[in-house]
């Protein structure tokens, strides 16, 4: 197969700013108990939705003016979709992953929804030891995540997970645990009008540095 990496994009916040301030906002749990269901790496009940705060740190508050709600909300390695995102993701047939009914509180406590929280029950360690750029040095007898400066994909590890598994997968084993997305995809959610509020940079292109944000 080709080199894999040339394949995907990876998700990050888009930065884009109005008067120093981010023009589409982020999210933080909503309560406790929401924080804890984040970061399970089992199924979440749907008994009731998960509940999200608007991050008050990027509205533009001197203009009294929330931060955009776009398609995608990106906060760090934690992700909502809007509805029309999900109904592009769940053609992909996922696994690993589930998209969680949930509802995003505003500063004016409103609530919108339909809303979705991307999580990720399980990861997939698929990136190259010894074509990888470290950013810090990486001993994996002691370390559970290496600091990448440079991220390239093991073409023998991705050949071995089914294409359905593959077309968006959170890549384990990498600090901040990035999101990674198929072209396949990125074309079925640019065709929907369904990228607003992400940027996807091509993955071989990508220097993260210490960080994904």
Same mark, same amino acid.
Do not use: K
């Given at each position: 197969m080709n080199d894999p990496t040339d394949d995907y994009f990876i998700v990050t916040r888009d930065r884009q700013a109005v008067d120093g301030k981010p023009r589409f906002a982020g999210f933080v749990a909503g309560n406790d108990w929401t924080a804890d269901r984040m970061y399970e790496r089992e199924a979440v009940s749907r008994a009731r939705p998960m509940v999200f705060d608007v991050d008050e740190r990027d509205l533009r508050l001197q203009d009294d003016v929330p931060g955009e $709600?776009?398609?995608?909300i990106v906060s760090g390695g934690d992700i909502l979709v809007s509805n029309v995102v999900a109904e592009v993701l769940v053609q992909t047939r /996922?696994?690993?992953?589930?998209?969680v009914p949930s509802v995003l509180r505003t $500063?004016?406590?409103t609530y919108i929804e339909p809303i979705f929280y991307l999580?990720? $029950?399980?990861?997939l360690d698929l990136w190259d030891r010894d074509?990888?750029?470290f950013a810090? /040095?990486?001993d994996p007898e002691f370390d559970f995540s290496a600091e990448l400066s440079r991220i390239v994909l093991d073409p023998e590890r991705v050949r071995d997970i089914l294409p359905q598994d593959r077309q968006m997968f959170l890549l384990d084993g990498v600090g901040n645990n990035p999101?990674?997305?198929?072209?396949?995809? $990125?074309?079925?959610?640019?065709?929907?009008?369904?990228?607003?509020?992400a940027r996807f940079f091509p993955l071989a292109e990508y220097r993260p540095g210490n960080s994904f944000e």
């Open positions: $709600i776009g398609h995608w /996922p696994a690993g992953w589930e998209l $500063i004016y406590d999580h990720f $029950i399980t990861g074509r990888s750029e810090v /040095p990486f999101v990674l997305l198929h072209r396949d995809l $990125i074309e079925r959610l640019s065709a929907a009008n369904a990228m607003l509020g």
